[in-house]
């Protein structure tokens, strides 16, 4: 509960630093250059500070890094020849997991480790079978080097992107790299002071609500429970007069004849699985085996563990398979139908 309302008070403090920022641009709006990074390394300015004369003045102009103004929105284009460019398709169900994807496969993807390269991606075709991701990146000291000549730049924002041709076109595709330091607008203090005081008082008050509200709550709870005993109780007297129909006893001796053992399904597991394959969790729910781990074959799992002494069928990945970062195996995720026991003949 408290962090449900923290979360909502954050998502106020948010709104108001976003209008607050708002109403700074309009007041004092930035200047956006965009820069093309030729392939002899020189920078060349492709728009005017006005948005509205760019329109009509699409030539490039070689730039003066003195001139170009220190409150600036910079938009870079680098040169795509000093970027590997890589294609990866995946399944459509990892598109919520494309960039945990690509950051796990960028040292088997290009030459750098994910600590010394420089990279971006992005969708370059979309179809029923699946993403093509176009990935490129670059050495990040090489980069820097590139850049040397505009790091002395303290401006507003700055954004790198380069540009590929695939055979679906151009992709202009972001870097997830940032080599410049930013220069932060100036805000009144009073404003600001006014600002901080007032999320102060709301987290205050919004945890002194949320504690009277628990503690409402759990009386609730403790009243509902017992009133649930009174009822379990009451239910359990009246289907015993009813002989065994309905008896909870006999319910309960029906799932010990039907259900697996948990004991069986680990025996099971433990003969399907091979050695190189390492579980870290395992969780039975509504006959349903989930189970999550490393292993170095992970294709052939779903096919062993349908194969476990009968005790499962219809086994599946229930999320795209990572690579673990820093080790030789694949992290997966993988459930299955237990099979019922046959209820012996009475």
């Not at 600036?72 to 590997?84: E, H, M, P, S, T």
């Not at 930013?182 to 805000?187: F, H, I, L, V, Y």
């Not at 006014?194 to 987290?203: C, D, K, N, P, W």
Request: with cysteine; net charge neutral.
């Amino acid at each position: 509960m408290i962090s449900g309302i923290s979360k909502y008070v954050q998502q106020g403090i948010d709104s108001v630093a976003e209008g607050i920022a708002a109403l700074l641009a309009l007041v004092h709006p930035a200047r956006r250059i965009q820069l093309i990074q030729q392939s002899d390394g020189q920078f060349q300015l492709s728009t005017s500070f006005s948005p509205l004369k760019a329109r009509h003045n699409h030539q490039s102009q070689p730039v003066s890094i003195a001139n170009l103004p220190a409150d600036a929105d910079l938009a870079i284009r680098c040169d795509a020849g000093r970027f590997l460019s890589r294609s990866l398709v995946l399944p459509s169900g990892a598109r919520s997991f494309l960039d945990g994807i690509v950051r796990s496969q960028i040292d088997r993807l290009t030459p750098w480790s994910l600590d010394d390269a420089a990279f971006g991606w992005a969708i370059s075709e979309d179809t029923s079978r699946g993403v093509i991701v176009c990935i490129v990146a670059a050495e990040k000291s090489g980069l820097l080097a590139s850049l040397s000549p505009l790091r002395a730049l303290k401006v507003q924002s700055a954004v790198l992107s380069v540009q590929v041709q695939t055979n679906e076109g151009v992709v202009d595709i972001p870097l997830d790299f940032q080599p410049f330091a930013m220069e932060r607008r100036a805000t009144p203090r009073r404003l600001v002071v006014q600002i901080a005081l007032l999320a102060i008082f709301s987290v205050i008050i919004g945890q002194i609500v949320a504690f009277i509200m628990q503690m409402n709550l759990d009386q609730t709870l403790v009243t509902l429970q017992a009133q649930e005993a009174t009822l379990r109780e009451a239910a359990i007297t009246a289907k015993s007069r009813q002989g065994d129909k309905g008896d909870p006893v006999a319910a309960s001796s029906y799932r010990k004849r039907t259900e697996r053992p948990v004991s069986e399904i680990l025996n099971a597991l433990a003969k399907a699985l091979p050695d190189t394959t390492f579980l870290s969790a395992i969780d039975i729910e509504n006959g349903v085996l989930h189970i999550e781990g490393v292993s170095t074959d992970v294709t052939a799992l779903p096919e062993l563990v349908d194969g476990a002494d009968g005790l499962f069928e219809k086994a599946a990945f229930t999320a795209p398979t990572v690579r673990q970062r820093g080790g030789t195996g694949d992290v997966f995720r993988l459930d299955a139908r237990i099979t019922p026991k046959a209820e012996a003949p009475k």
